[in-house]
């Protein structure tokens, strides 16, 4: 890959660590502990000193069932910790997880550099803000809603499903004007996808590279892992790290985790093994 995000430059294979911050009460492995901004603010620079590349900003939570928050109460809790961040000299590019052009506008005001929007600019207003600011893009799959996803799991084809729709959510992109060197892929593993589903995506992703865009996987302490193993999801990090290993090993260039230091580890045993094979399996076309 090649992306300037804020100010660093994104080149070659990676891995890449986006380490996760969520400044929410009821995230589904760390709600309620980066509620607080100066805690929010502490965690991105304990993430930063533990290796990761960008961090990655959270005011709403995704799970399965989470209450909705509205713009104000989102950007409320997100906005703060980018100023505190920036004000403190921060050095690390930010990216703001969020599905509303709002809080994406908001937030690059105060200094974020880059927008991850788990809905996949399904929303016309997000992929405007995002083409006016000129900000990257993580455009990741789902279907439906966070409340509604769970009902839609149901895929014929589901490596060429998740493509296809990726592939409309590139056009999105376009129509909007945002560059497509700009847009980041992500196949949104828990998603609209069962345990098993997440298995198969995870397995396959490799196969994602056809599209030609850099890929985002953020397995981190995810149902899938539970569901293998039977650990409840403060116990997940071992698992966290097998998927990260695939991922590496894919050609995945961008891994989502919280455990930025352990996963260091992994990526760097990953990416030597890849290398020393002669780099990442060809992408299929
Ligand atoms: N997963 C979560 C949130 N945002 N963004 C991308 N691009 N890819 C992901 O896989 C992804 C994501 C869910 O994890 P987490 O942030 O820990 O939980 P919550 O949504 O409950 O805050």
Redesign the pocket.
Known sequence: MRLRIGARLFEGPGPFL?G?V?A?P??????GRFLDPAAAAAQAERLAAEGADLV?L?G????PG?TPVDATEERRRVVPVIARLRAGGFRLPISI?TCKAEVARAALDAGADLV???QGLADPAMARAVAEAGAPV?L?HMRGT?ATMAQHCAYADLLGEVAAELRAGLARAAAAGIPAAQV?L??????AKTPEQSVELLARVGELRALGHPL???????RFIGHLTGAPVEDRLPGTLAAVTACVLAGVELV?V?DVAAARQAALVAAALRDARGGAPAALR
């Open positions: 986006m996760v969520n929410t009821d995230s589904f492995s760390d709600g990655d959270g709403e939570s995704t799970r989470a997880d991850n929007d788990v993580v990741m966070p980041i992500d196949p949104g593993l828990g998603f985002l996987v953020g397995p981190s302490r995810k989502r919280h």
